[in-house]
């Protein structure tokens, strides 16, 4: 071989080795740069992980901080217009003294009002403001440093001040809605404000008694005495909640058994006017497993109270009854419902108990707020309704629950008219709750009482309440129930013929014998065991034959 051959040869391999090199020099500075985005990539994440923890942190500190001066700010405001009060009165107490040692003065008339669980003023000493217009339901008043739902006493000619409450501003003028009748207020009457919004008075004292909206007695007793409390309050913070409930034993069958509720579950119970709604609520009141029953009446008639009178008489030494009937001013039929929910977060808290609160009806509440938003120049929102009503449904219903110390359950109910169940109030309601009861027309006309419709019913807490064979059992009645409803016109018209269709047969055999069970006197309380047991063998009776 030549020299100049063997040259070019090793130049050739020369240049492979050369290229080979770079190209696994390549590959490797490839993979060093992915490995080094990667873990740029996972470095730059946990960076932001952690800015946004510290960003959030700061955010909750700083909230924490806000909510405590504002508390500290309200607490030294409402201190100094007490001083300032106090100041007032004993100025004016010295001038009348002198008076009075130089001329006799006739008695003057101070403004009783710790009647409604506000503490005496005289109006002459601290007047505030006078009244400058009234229009229908609301007043206006020149009142300077009036606060968003503070309560204020009005000067009435022949009569009790008339308490009322600051429900907004227009200008410099506050917008007043009474508690009361407006007979007796004139132009320039004199207007006093308390510096604190509505407060009641809660103790043992109250299990027994029958309230008003405002929380006055209405059985002619004493007025309860005890620690005040606020009536609009916040709701428990979310993380607050306890995560685990245990189940509540109602006395109904079909709820116990199909539809388990639990300790601080909120539930909704739809149905149209007369189908059975307060029947099943004091069913559910004489029979439910709580240490305090709330019960709270909203726009019904007078005569409607008779049941309640009766549920006192059988469970007096653990019922709270507040009422305010259809004729009582829209105001305090709204603040009948905030009066029931704070005395049972009154119990829940202060004593720790397990409260049953039964509110009927939200949809009556939801009218009276309509009103009271209309009056006070709210807008039209929905189907006539003011924004402020679907404000109140959940500031409202968060309030029930529960929490560290006990619980409420909440069983609002909701008018439906006809079968719509898309109306405004009835499709706010439905989000909020953890869970709902329907009553059908129907099932009533049918004999069947409660008229509870399993099928379309719920409760959302069911599954974390009750053990596999329970919630299978259930599960398979309503399974089979949904099916019958399904060929009911045909089964009814003799359209389907037996042995057609197995599942339907199971269906038609377990919907007669259901009927027994989902059927119960408003006088009968059922037992948990007993429900449990019958719903076992109503489900297993519907079981397919094998063999």
């Not at 006539?384 to 529960?402: K, Q």
């Amino acid at each position: 071989m030549k020299p100049g051959r063997v040259i070019e040869g090793e130049v050739h391999d020369a240049r492979q080795l050369a290229r080979q090199l770079v190209a696994d020099a390549k590959h490797e500075a490839d993979a060093v740069l992915t490995g080094a985005r990667a873990e740029a990539g996972k470095l730059t994440s946990d960076a932001e992980q952690l800015v946004q923890r510290v960003v959030d942190d700061a955010r909750r500190y700083a909230e924490d901080l806000r909510g405590e001066a504002l508390r500290e700010a309200g607490q030294v405001r409402r201190e100094a217009r007490q001083a300032a009060t106090q100041l007032i009165n004993e100025a004016r107490d010295a001038l009348q003294a002198e008076r009075a040692s130089a001329v006799p003065a006739a008695p003057q008339e101070v403004f009783d009002v710790s009647a409604r669980g506000i503490p005496a003023v005289d109006p002459r000493a601290g007047s505030l403001g006078r009244v400058t217009e009234v229009v229908g339901l609301v007043m206006r008043a020149e009142l300077p440093g009036a606060e968003l739902g503070e309560v204020v006493q009005i000067e009435r000619t022949g009569g009790r001040p008339l308490p009322a409450e600051v429900v907004g501003f227009r200008g410099a003028e506050a917008v007043l809605m009474p508690l009361g009748e407006l007979a007796g207020v004139a132009a320039d009457s004199r207007v006093v404000a308390q510096g604190e919004p509505l407060c009641i008075e809660c103790s043992d004292d109250l299990l027994g008694r029958v309230l008003d909206g405002l929380g006055q007695p209405l059985d002619g007793k004493p007025a309860v005495r005890g620690e005040r409390w606020a009536v609009d309050r916040a709701a428990p913070s979310a993380f607050e909640r306890p995560q685990h409930a245990a189940p509540l034993v109602t006395g109904v069958r079909a709820i116990d058994g199909l539809l388990t509720l639990g300790r601080g579950q909120r539930v909704g119970i739809f149905a149209a006017a007369g189908v059975g709604k307060s029947t099943l609520l004091g069913q559910i009141a004489r029979g439910a497993s709580a240490d305090v029953v709330v019960v709270c009446q909203v726009g019904e008639r007078g005569r409607e109270l008779g049941p309640l009178r009766e549920l006192l008489a059988a469970r007096e030494s653990r019922v709270v009854a507040v009422c305010a009937t259809s004729d009582a001013p829209p105001l305090v039929r709204v603040r009948a419902v905030h009066v029931a929910t704070a005395i049972a977060e009154w119990f829940r808290e202060r004593r720790g108990a397990s409260v049953l609160l039964l509110v009927d009806s939200l949809t009556r509440l939801a009218r009276a707020q309509r009103e009271v938003g209309l009056s006070a120049g709210e807008p039209v929102a929905r189907h006539g309704y003011p924004p402020s009503v679907f404000a109140l449904m959940p500031r409202l219903i968060e309030r029930a629950g529960a929490t560290a110390a006990g619980q409420i359950t909440a069983l609002y109910t909701v008018l439906v008219a006809g079968n719509d169940f898309d109306e405004p109030i009835a499709d706010e309601v439905r989000g909020l709750v953890d869970g709902h009861l329907t009553l059908d027309r129907q099932l009533a006309q049918r004999a069947q009482f409660p008229p509870i419709d399993v099928v379309s019913s719920a409760s959302r807490l069911m599954s974390s309440l009750v053990d596999p064979p329970h919630q299978q059992a259930a599960d398979r009645v309503r399974r089979h129930l949904a099916t019958y409803d399904e060929h009911r016109d045909m089964v009814t018209l003799g359209a389907y013929k037996a042995g057609s269709n197995p599942a339907l047969d199971e269906a038609i055999a377990l919907a007669r014998r259901a009927h027994g069970f989902l059927s119960q006197p408003a006088h009968e309380l059922a037992d948990w065991d007993d429900t449990i047991a019958r719903l076992r063998e109503l489900a297993g009776a519907s079981e397919p034959r094998r063999g």
